[in-house]
């Protein structure tokens, strides 16, 4: 696990966040994109006998969903046919669909999972995950993880499952983490609230939330170890103390794939909506490598100014081809790493001001077999939940 700064070591998402991931893959997506016609040859190479090199460092990409199926909601919504398509190429492919818990316990065992492993997991307990996604996924026998926001389940709002419901899906082989009581922007402190009174206060969610998904899901529900995805994908440092310190292994939505050095306080995914779910980039991702990330400076993804931070990353290594053609991309602008130790330890830092809200630095390098490593660092300026 990366140490960075800290001695633990390390959505809804808005229109204006939509459109700055839109210039991002706009200035990407034509170099990458290369990988979708590649991934054939290296699978060929396989069923010719040629070993086709993997990635030890990888263990697995794991894909976040919020709604299948509602148009009305299209910033955290994939169409039927989209979600349907996602899963025909995992299946027409030979991925191999695990439950999160799985890619977890590799992670915490540092043991290899098979090459192109991906799992599969949503975001607030939505009704159209039982109506649309779940029948699906039911039909192929794949499992897939539901992080519920339980106070929306249990206020009964429109548009979410209810409890009977996700005990059904319990039953069809479904599992399920916390994604907090009151699904609010966990990492920032009202006003006049000290930071004692911060962490009681998140602490008290969280656990409100596990209690209630353990009265009604019971051991459909991850707990050894528990699993949290924060709210928005959003997190500070002294919320990935308070996460470690309650035993969570935590998710973010920052993109890239799973690896052995990942952080477990912030584990990236895959984040799915209409605008983004064409199927060569869905490709891409899927396919993607774990850019072996084992330190980075700094660790916080909050900000109070707006200059865009200084980020400097440390890397197990790396082919030497691959680290040539290294890059990073943020709002639209390609940055060059600023190499601090040749093939191991670089910095970048965007040219733009940090937008209110999230965004992003993506990094990115080619492999020797048509796919691409990938890592991305979270920025977070203003309060969030948005």
């Not at 034509?30 to 991934?39: D, H, N, S």
């Not at 148009?71 to 999160?100: C, G, I, K, M, W």
């Not at 660790?299 to 440390?314: C, H, I, K, N």
Request: charged fraction near 20%; aromatic fraction near 10%; glycine fraction near 8%.
């Amino acid at each position: 696990m990366a140490t960075g700064t800290s001695t633990m070591a390390f959505t809804r998402a808005s229109t204006s966040t939509s459109d700055r991931r839109g210039r991002w893959l706009a200035a990407v997506t034509a170099g990458l994109l290369a990988v979708v016609a590649l991934v054939p040859m290296a699978r060929a190479q396989d069923e010719a006998g040629v070993a086709e090199p993997l990635a030890p460092e990888t263990l697995a990409s794991v894909l976040m969903y919020h709604r299948v199926g509602n148009p009305e909601h299209p910033s955290t919504s994939v169409t039927r046919e989209q979600f349907r398509a996602h899963l025909d190429y995992l299946e027409r492919n030979d991925f191999n669909v695990v439950p999160l818990g799985r890619v977890v316990e590799a992670l915490q065992t540092r043991q290899p999972l098979p090459d192109r492993t991906v799992a599969i997991t949503f975001d607030d307990a939505y009704a159209s995950v039982h109506e649309v996604a779940g029948p699906m996924l039911m039909a192929r026998g794949w499992p897939y993880t539901v992080f519920v926001s339980t106070g929306a389940v249990d206020a009964g709002y429109e548009g979410y499952l209810d409890w009977d419901q996700l005990r059904g899906m319990a039953a069809g082989g479904a599992r399920f983490g916390n994604h907090s009581r009151s699904h609010d922007p966990l990492f920032v402190r009202h006003d006049d609230e000290t930071r004692p009174q911060w962490r009681a206060r998140i602490e008290a969610d969280l656990t409100a939330a596990r209690q209630r998904l353990t009265d009604e899901l019971g051991e459909a529900l991850y707990q050894s170890p528990p699993l949290l995805a924060y709210p928005y994908g959003e997190y500070s440092l002294e919320l990935m103390d308070l996460a470690a310190e309650m035993g969570f292994v935590a998710f973010g939505q920052q993109s890239g794939a799973i690896g052995i050095h990942s952080n477990s306080l912030a584990l990236p995914r895959y984040a799915m909506n209409e605008r983004f779910a064409g199927l060569d980039g869905f490709a891409l991702k899927v396919n993607s490598r774990a850019l072996p990330v084992v330190d980075q400076e700094p660790l916080d993804p909050v900000r109070e100014d707006s200059q865009a931070p200084r980020l400097t990353l440390t890397l197990a290594p790396l082919p030497e081809d691959s680290t040539a053609q290294l890059a990073c991309y943020y709002e639209g602008e390609r940055l060059l790493p600023e190499w601090l130790e040749d093939g191991v330890r670089f910095a970048v830092r965007g040219g733009a001001d940090l937008p209110v809200g999230r965004s992003r630095y993506n990094c990115t390098a080619p492999d020797d077999a048509g796919r691409y490593y990938w890592f991305s660092h979270l920025w977070i300026r203003g309060r969030g939940g948005t």
